[in-house]
Every structure is written in structure tokens, then in C-alpha cells.
């Protein structure tokens, strides 16, 4: 077990370190990716290799397109296209949380538990990704009314299309794997945990109004450095709160599936 440790904490070093490079985490973010890597690692390599396999595409796929991304990045995102610490927490914590779970007690809960809570952040992270490259309009999952591109609870056609393509890529893996899940629960557990993290991003995050630009924002100092006011959602749930919960509900929804 240590060795594994030992060496997935080398391997997601390296992932970490080229990520950093790429500038698609910050230093917060590759210190806690290279724990996250290890602990995975530690419980076993097939957990390693699912962390490492939805990290390594999550990076790909936020790099491509970065100038047009840029654009919504700066004036309406809360935080820049490095992920730093609490991003990072936020997609992996429920999946790792899982993989030490089955290091201390084995039980085949935890594969359910970790399957569904990766396949939600990929399924939601792709989406995210994907709708933000999307030319066409995206509409409030809430009140169906459109919204610009970028914002939290707004959803693409291209975007539900990777959400899926997201949950199904985890949900393979952990069929390769052999994992003793049911590969529709994982699916389904992580396209739930994307459309609660749409449902929580319309209604209770926080949302912010530049009244300098006269623009929606979730930055607490917008890019024209005014300083913004809430203008709805709690002050306390940010888009890391919502994300963890998307995770965590995706892994509880397939373990009830399964
Ligand atoms: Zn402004």
C-alpha cells in the first residue's frame, strides 16, 4: 500500500507539475492534485488511473478553445482558468474521500460512491468546458430563460451532450476496471449530480452585479476592478460549494441505484 502511495504521488506529481506548466492548475491546485493522486493510488491503482484519466481530459478539454474562453473567463467566472486548491477539492474530494473509505474498510459501497461522484464532476466539468466553446444560446435550467454563455445555470446543447459523453467516459473506465458497479448507475448517478449542480448554480449560488459595467458577474472584484454586490443566491455558496455537492450527490445517486 505504501509503495502505491509512493509512486502515485510520483505519477500525479508529474500529471501536476505539466499541468501547472500548461498553467491549468495553480501551485494550490498541483499540491492537492499530487495528494489526491497518492491517496487514489494508495487504495488502489485503479482508483489512481480513474483520477489521473478524468484529470488528464478535464485539462485537455479546458485548454482548448482558452482565447474565446478567456473572454467569459474575465468578466464573468469567479476564478481564472488555473484551478487552484478548492477548485480541485471540490471536482476530486468525494472520489478520494471514497478511495480512502475503501482503504479502511472494505466494502463494495465505495466503488459505487467513488464511480458516481467522478462521473458527476466529469459530466459537469465537461459541460462547463464544451457549453463555454458553444455558439448557440444558453437558457436558466430554472426559469428556461436565456442567459449569457458562461453562466452558472445555464445549460447548451453542447453542453448536456459532453455531460453525458462525461459520465459515460467514467462509467467506462470503471467497467474496465471491474469494478462490482452497475454501469448504468454510474451514468445516471453522474448525469443527476451535473443537472443539481445546474439546479443549485440558478438558484442558490451566489450572484454578483458589476453596477460600473452593468454586468452579471461571480466576481467579488470584477475585471474592471469594481468592487461588485450580491444580488442573489447566499453569500456562502460559491461555484466550489455547488461543484462538491454535485459530486457528492452523484456518488450517493448511483449507490442507490446500484
Ligand atoms: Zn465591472
Not at 481564472?80 to 472520489?95: H, M, P, S
Request: with cysteine; hydrophobic share 50%; net charge positive.
Amino acid at each position: 500500500m505504501i509503495t502505491r502511495a509512493a509512486l502515485g504521488f510520483l505519477a500525479a506529481s508529474m500529471v501536476a507539475i505539466g499541468a501547472r506548466s500548461l498553467r491549468a492548475l495553480s501551485t494550490s491546485g498541483a499540491a492537492v492534485a499530487a495528494l489526491a493522486g497518492a491517496a487514489a493510488c494508495a487504495s488502489g491503482w485503479w482508483w489512481g488511473v480513474l483520477l489521473v484519466a478524468y484529470f488528464a481530459l478535464t485539462t485537455a478539454l479546458s485548454k482548448s478553445g482558452s482565447q474565446s474562453k478567456a473572454r467569459l473567463m474575465e468578466s464573468i467566472v469567479e476564478k481564472g482558468d488555473e484551478r487552484d486548491g478548492w477548485q480541485v477539492l471540490a471536482n476530486g474530494g468525494a472520489f478520494v474521500g471514497a478511495a480512502l473509505g475503501h482503504l479502511i474498510w472494505h466494502s463494495p459501497s465505495w466503488y459505487a460512491i467513488g464511480a458516481g461522484a467522478l462521473a458527476a464532476s466529469a459530466a459537469d466539468t465537461w459541460a462547463t468546458e464544451v457549453g463555454m466553446l458553444s455558439s448557440g444560446q444558453a437558457v436558466s435550467i430554472v426559469s428556461g430563460r436565456r442567459v449569457p454563455v458562461g453562466t452558472s445555470g445555464g445549460v447548451t446543447v453542447a453542453g448536456s451532450v459532453a455531460a453525458l459523453g462525461g459520465a459515460l467516459f467514467i462509467a467506462v473506465l470503471a467497467a474496465f476496471a471491474r469494478w462490482p458497479i452497475v454501469f448504468a448507475a454510474v451514468a445516471l448517478g453522474g448525469i443527476a449530480g451535473a443537472i443539481t449542480d445546474s439546479l443549485l448554480g440558478a438558484s442558490v449560488q451566489c450572484r454578483r452585479w458589476c453596477s460600473a459595467c452593468g454586468k452579471a458577474t461571480e466576481r467579488k472584484v470584477h475585471n474592471c476592478n469594481a468592487p461588485t454586490e450580491v444580488v442573489g443566491g447566499s453569500r456562502w455558496v460559491d461555484n466550489d460549494v455547488v461543484n462538491g455537492i454535485c459530486s457528492v450527490v452523484g456518488g450517493l445517486i448511483t449507490l442507490v441505484l446500484q
